[in-house]
């Protein structure tokens, strides 16, 4: 059982960077690959990005590719998304996943953190 908790949303301007951290508990962290997910009001959830369990690896959708990063510090139990260059149309509710197996294009992720809005103004 892991589980997720997300912080570091909040309002923003266009073209302003946010950085979101999602901290989890128990001791296997660096067992579980994780990805950052958001949700707009009457959208669909949509991957953004997936980091592996060393933090060696990345993926990213095309949308986000470039302006945003994922790491994770397994010291610290913690994935992080930096997020630069940020539209109004990243508004939306963020949420951070750990899957335990499968590779990281695979989306079907076991444990859910409860998400951090982000808001970013024009």
């Known amino acids: 059982q892991v589980q997720l908790v997300e912080s570091g949303g909040g309002l923003v301007q266009a073209g302003g960077s946010l950085r979101l951290s999602c901290a989890a508990s128990?001791?296997?962290?660096?067992?579980?690959?994780m990805g950052w997910f958001r949700q707009a009001p009457g959208r669909e959830r949509e991957f953004l990005a997936a980091?592996?369990?060393?933090?060696?690896?990345?993926y990213y959708s095309d949308p986000v590719q470039g302006r945003f990063t994922i790491s994770r510090d397994n010291a610290k139990n913690t994935v992080y998304l930096q997020m630069n260059s940020l539209k109004p149309e990243d508004t939306a509710v963020y949420s951070c996943a750990a899957r335990r197996y499968g590779g990281l294009t695979d989306l079907d992720y076991d444990y859910w953190g409860q998400g951090t809005q982000v808001t970013v103004s024009s």
């Open positions: 980091i592996s369990r060393s933090g060696s690896s990345t």
């Open positions: 128990g001791r296997t962290f660096s067992s579980y690959a």
